[in-house]
C-alpha cells in the first residue's frame, strides 16, 4: 500500500449499486479510512430505498450529477455499454482534481467512448478499474465485504493520467482486500476474453444446448446434472443485460479466442474419433496442471 493519509477521500461516490457496487461501499462502510462519507446512486427507486435499507451509504441519489457533485471519487458500475452515458452526465458537475473511474470487463470500447469527454474535462482524471471478482447473483443484496480479498484488480490509466491519482486508486483497490496490476487497454481485452468471456460463452451455449433436447432427455439432464453442468449452470446464471454488454464490446477479441477454441475442441474430438489416447491425455493433464496453479495462486 503506498503511503496515505486518511480518510482516502472525503467523499466516495458509487453510481449503480449492484454486485460490485454495493461490495465496495460495505467494505468502505466498515473501514472508515478508506472515505469518510459514501454516496449511493440508482435510477430505480426500488434500488435506492433497499440500500437505504441495508445501510451502506451514508447518502442515496436518483441523480449521477447529484451524487458527483462533492465526490473526490465518482466509481461507475453500471453494464459497459452505459459507462461513458453516465460519465457523460457526472463528469460537468465534478471538482476539479476529482478522480473518476468504472468497473467494466471490456475497456477498448469504454476508452473510445470516452475521449470526447476526457478531452472536455482535462481536470478530471479517468482511471478505468476492473476487479476480477463476482458471482452469479446481482443488485444491491448480493454484495459482500470481503468480495475482491485476494482478487486481481486490473488498472488501464491513460498515459497521460497523474501519478498521483494513480496511486489513490491502487490505494483504495488494495483497501478493497485486492491484488493491483496496470496493463493496457488491448491486453486486457484480450486477457478476460480467454480467462473470463469466453467462459460465459461457452457457459449459456451449453446450457441453451441441454435446454433444446428433447423434453424427456432434458428433463433427465435436470434431475441428474452431475458437478460439471451444475458449474456451467451457476456462471449461466449471470446477469443477461451486463454479459450481452460485455460480448457485443470486446467482440474482437472474444470471436478470436472463440475460433482457437473451436480448432482446439476438433482437435479433441478428433483424438476421440480416433483413439489417440496421448492426445487426450495430454489435455486433461494440462487442465490439471492449470488448475494446480489457481489454488497455488489462491485465486481458486
Known amino acids: 500500500m503506498t503511503d496515505q493519509s486518511y480518510p482516502l477521500f472525503d467523499t466516495l461516490a458509487v ?13 468502505a462502510m466498515e473501514d472508515r479510512r478508506i472515505a469518510r462519507r459514501l454516496v449511493a446512486c440508482d435510477i430505480n427507486p426500488e434500488v435506492r430505498a433497499r440500500v437505504a435499507e441495508l445501510g451502506i451509504a451514508d447518502a442515496v441519489e436518483a441523480d449521477p450529477a ?8 465518482v466509481i461507475i458500475c453500471v453494464p ?9 452526465q457526472v463528469m460537468p458537475t465534478m471538482k476539479p482534481g476529482a478522480i473518476l473511474s468504472e468497473v467494466g470487463s471490456v475497456k477498448i470500447t469504454v476508452m473510445e467512448a470516452m475521449q470526447p469527454l476526457l478531452a472536455q474535462y482535462p481536470d478530471i482524471a479517468f482511471i478505468p478499474a476492473h476487479p476480477m471478482a463476482g458471482t452469479e447473483f446481482s443488485g444491491p443484496d448480493a454484495g459482500f465485504a470481503t468480495l475482491f480479498e485476494d482478487r486481481w484488480c486490473l488498472l488501464t ?16 483497490w488494495e483497501m478493497m482486500g485486492a491484488r493491483v496490476r496496470d496493463m493496457t487497454v488491448e491486453h486486457h481485452d484480450r486477457v478476460c476474453a ?18 433444446d433436447l428433447a423434453d424427456e432427455t432434458r428433463s433427465e439432464v435436470l434431475d441428474f446434472a452431475a ?13 443477461p443485460t451486463m454479459w450481452r ?3 457485443l464490446n470486446n467482440r474482437e477479441a472474444l470471436l478470436d479466442m472463440l475460433d482457437r477454441f473451436i480448432a482446439d475442441a476438433q482437435a479433441m474430438g478428433d483424438a476421440i474419433r480416433t483413439g489417440n489416447e496421448d492426445v487426450i491425455v495430454s489435455r486433461i493433464q494440462r ?3 492449470i488448475r494446480r496453479s489457481l489454488i497455488e495462486n489462491r485465486q481458486a
Open 15 to 27: 453510481i449503480g449499486p449492484g454486485l460490485i457496487g454495493s461490495s465496495i461501499l460495505r467494505r
Open 66 to 73: 447529484t451524487a458527483a457533485r462533492d465526490a473526490d471519487c
Open 80 to 88: 459497459v455499454g452505459a459507462i461513458a452515458m453516465v460519465a457523460a
Open 157 to 172: 490509466p491513460p498515459a497521460s493520467t497523474p501519478v498521483p491519482a494513480i496511486a489513490r486508486i491502487t490505494t483504495l
Open 194 to 211: 480467454i480467462v473470463s468471456h469466453l467462459p460465459h460463452l461457452l457457459a449459456f451455449t451449453i446450457c441453451g444446448t441441454a435446454d
Open 227 to 239: 458437478s460439471g453442468f451444475r458449474d456451467f449452470t451457476r456462471i449461466a446464471a449471470s446477469d
Open 245 to 247: 454488454d460485455i460480448f
Open 287 to 289: 487442465g490439471r496442471a
